[in-house]
């Protein structure tokens, strides 16, 4: 509703209530850095605040807490590249060790290592979330984007299609699935795919 002073005294209330709701942190976080525009050192005072009053009570870590401050500090910690991403993979790492089955610290981990141009640590992950998690079109739909943008000589077509047709079998009526999968058919050359993929999606 953009009430957003309103919001950040709730959130603030819920954790004078109970200093250890994780979640309260995490939403706390992303309202300051996303929508109050607070930067990055304000998140990561509530991710620190999180992870100091999760130890205090004796709590096990938390792979939620770890897998949204691993995403800030890779997207908003861009004051040094280098030292934002060694940061973001040391709290994944954290987050997977807290919850080795945590679909979406080993999703956001590929999808940066593939930004980073590291494309075998991203299928890596990819492949990871898959033998648990077989039916996560986000994952299929990362896992074939993530094929396709490797160097030109080194991408099989039939591989990325093949992933993006498992995402759409997952999901069926995933539309951003059939937006990349037409994108890439275009990048391809076919003209007529991408026209049929729309139409299955306005169904």
């Known amino acids: 509703m ?4 309103a919001a950040e ?13 994780a979640a309260a942190w995490v939403a706390l976080a992303q309202l300051r850095t996303k929508e109050l525009r607070q930067g990055a050192k304000a998140g990561r005072a509530c991710y620190q605040s999180a992870e100091r ?14 897998t949204a401050w ?16 060694r940061k973001s993979r040391e709290l994944y790492r954290k987050a997977l060790e807290a919850d080795p ?3 979406a610290a080993y999703l956001q981990l ?7 141009g590291n494309f075998d640590t991203a299928k890596e992950c990819f492949e990871k979330v898959l033998t648990f998690d077989q039916r996560n079109s986000r994952v299929l739909q990362a896992y074939a984007i993530m094929e396709s943008r490797r160097p030109r000589d080194e991408v099989n077509s039939r591989r990325v299609l093949d992933l993006f047709e498992r995402a759409l079998r997952v999901n069926p009526r995933d539309a951003g699935v059939y937006q990349a999968y037409a994108l890439y058919v275009v990048e391809l050359g076919d003209m007529t795919q991408p026209e049929i993929s729309l139409k299955e999606e306005l169904k």
């Open 2 to 5: 953009g009430n957003l002073a």
């Open 9 to 21: 005294e709730l959130y603030l209330q819920a954790l004078r209530s109970r200093p250890s709701h």
């Open 53 to 66: 009053e999760l130890q205090r009570i004796g709590a096990k870590p938390n792979a939620f807490v770890y």
């Open 70 to 85: 691993a995403s800030m500090e890779y997207k908003k910690g861009k004051e040094d590249d280098v030292k934002s991403v």
């Open 101 to 103: 089955r945590c679909s």
């Open 110 to 116: 590929g999808v940066m290592e593939s930004e980073c």
